[in-house]
C-alpha cells in the first residue's frame, strides 16, 4: 500500500516513458517527493515494467499498457504503427480518462520535467475549466532571434502538451482527442501534424480549455527568450513578471552538459543570453537528479518496440505502411511484429510491403515537390488535370489522414 492511499487525493500526477527514459521519470518522481509530499506519481511504461520501481519509492506507482483498457492486440498494432514517441503521446487521453475514475483530477507531465515549486493554482484552475494547457510563448517574439521563432508554434502546436491537466468534465475532450490519435498521432511535417499537440490546437477551441499564462509553468528553451530566471530571497523567481517557478521542462537536456540547455534547437543555445546563474544551478541539480538515477537501474535496455523479433528495425515507412494496411481493413489479419507465432509471416509481409513503402515514400516526395516548386507544379496541373487529379487522390490515399 502507498502512503498516498490512506488519505483522500483530489489530484495526481502522472507521466509516460519507455524503458530507455526511466531516469528521467525517476527524476520528475524525486522533484514530486522534495517540492509536493504525499503527492502520489502515476509511471506508465509502455514498452514493459521492471517490478522493482516501486520498491523503497512511497507515492510512486508504476503500471502497463493494461491500464489502458485496450485489447493486447490493439497495444501491438499501436507499438507497430508509431515510434517511441507518437506511442507515448497517443495513449496519453486513455491513461488521463484511466485515472480521471479514481481522482477528481489529473495533471500530466513529460518524464524530462522537474518540479521547483508546488503547483499551486492548478486545482483550482481544473475545478473551474476542466482543461488547463501551457502555450509555448506568451509574449510576440521579436525579428531577428535565431533560437526562438513563432513559426515553431505553426509547426508544433500553440500549447505544449509537456503538461496539461485535467478534470472529470474533460472526457468529451479526452475521448475526442483519443478518436483522432488512435491512428493520427503522427510526426507528419508535409500534412502539418504533430504527434498529440496539433490536435489541440483545435481542442482547445472546440472545448473551452483554458490557456494557462502564469510564466513559471512548463518553461523550456523554447520560452527562455521571455524568461530570465533568478533566485530572489531563496527562491527561483521569474524576475520580470515577479512570478515564482514552477515547473521547468528539460526538453532536449544532457545531463553530462547541463550548461548547454537543450539540443533540440539547430544552434546553440549556451551563448545566447538565456542563462542565468540560478538556470545553471537547476541545471546542475537535475542532471544530478537524473545521473544518480541512472546509477540507480544500471543498464539501461533499448526501446522495446525499436524492432521486430528478427532485430530488424522497424523503419518509419514500414510503420507508415503497416498503419494504411490497417485503416484499410486488413486488421486482425495481418502479422505482428511482437509475435512469435507471427514472427515468419510478418517477415513476409515485411517483403512483399517493399513496393507499397516505395509507393509512400514516391508520394511524400510529390507533396514536397508541390510545395518545393508551386509554380512548376500549377503549370504541369493545368496541362494534365487528369493525371493530377489521380495525383491528388493518391496521396490523400498513401497518408489515410481524414481530410
Known amino acids: 500500500m502507498h502512503e498516498s492511499d490512506l488519505v483522500p487525493m483530489r489530484g495526481v500526477y502522472c507521466t509516460i516513458v519507455a524503458q530507455n527514459y526511466l531516469p528521467q521519470a525517476l527524476a520528475l518522481y524525486a522533484s514530486v517527493r522534495m517540492r509536493e509530499p504525499g503527492r502520489l506519481l502515476v509511471i506508465l511504461v509502455i514498452d514493459g515494467v521492471r517490478q522493482d520501481l516501486e520498491v523503497g519509492r512511497p ?213 545566447k543570453g538565456l542563462r542565468s546563474a540560478a538556470l545553471d544551478d537547476l541545471g546542475r541539480e537535475y542532471a544530478g537528479v537524473v545521473l544518480a538515477a541512472q546509477a540507480s537501474l544500471g543498464s539501461i535496455p533499448a526501446y522495446g518496440f525499436a524492432t521486430d523479433l528478427s532485430g530488424k528495425p522497424l523503419t518509419k515507412r514500414i510503420r507508415r505502411t503497416f498503419r494504411k494496411d490497417l485503416i484499410v481493413g486488413k486488421a486482425g489479419s495481418l502479422p505482428s511484429p511482437f509475435e512469435h507465432r507471427d514472427e515468419s509471416s510478418f517477415g513476409a509481409w515485411r517483403t512483399k510491403s517493399a513496393g507499397r513503402q516505395a509507393g509512400g515514400a514516391l508520394a511524400d516526395a510529390a507533396l514536397g515537390f508541390k510545395y518545393a516548386f508551386p509554380d512548376t507544379y500549377s503549370r504541369m496541373k493545368s496541362v494534365m488535370p487528369k493525371r493530377f487529379a489521380w495525383m491528388r487522390e493518391m496521396l490523400l490515399g498513401q497518408s489515410k489522414v481524414r481530410r
Open 59 to 271: 507515492d510512486l506507482r508504476v503500471v502497463s499498457n493494461d491500464v489502458l483498457g485496450l485489447p493486447p492486440r490493439e497495444v501491438l498494432d499501436l507499438a507497430t504503427i508509431y515510434d517511441v514517441v507518437e506511442l507515448s503521446t497517443a495513449v496519453k487521453p486513455l491513461l488521463l480518462k484511466s485515472l480521471l475514475r479514481e481522482f477528481e483530477q489529473v495533471v500530466y507531465l513529460d518524464p524530462d520535467t522537474y518540479i521547483v515549486t508546488p503547483l499551486a493554482e492548478l486545482e483550482d484552475l481544473v475545478d473551474r475549466h476542466n482543461v488547463v494547457l501551457t502555450p509555448h510563448v506568451l509574449e510576440p517574439i521579436p525579428p531577428g532571434k535565431s533560437f526562438a521563432s513563432e513559426v515553431n508554434s505553426l509547426t508544433v502546436g500553440v500549447h505544449n502538451l509537456g503538461f496539461c491537466a485535467v478534470g472529470r468534465g474533460s472526457i468529451p475532450f479526452l475521448d475526442w482527442w483519443w478518436s483522432h490519435l488512435e491512428r493520427e498521432c503522427l510526426i507528419y511535417p508535409l500534412l502539418g501534424m504533430f504527434v498529440d499537440q496539433k490536435w489541440t490546437d483545435i481542442g482547445a477551441v472546440m472545448f473551452d480549455a483554458y490557456s494557462l499564462r502564469h510564466y513559471g509553468y512548463n518553461v523550456g528553451h523554447w520560452n527562455l527568450h521571455e524568461r530570465s530566471i533568478h533566485l530572489v530571497d531563496g527562491s527561483l523567481m521569474l524576475d520580470r513578471v515577479h512570478e515564482p517557478l514552477r515547473l521547468f521542462h528539460f526538453s532536449g537536456f544532457d545531463p553530462k552538459d547541463p550548461e548547454a540547455v537543450s539540443v533540440r534547437q539547430n544552434v546553440s543555445l549556451r551563448d
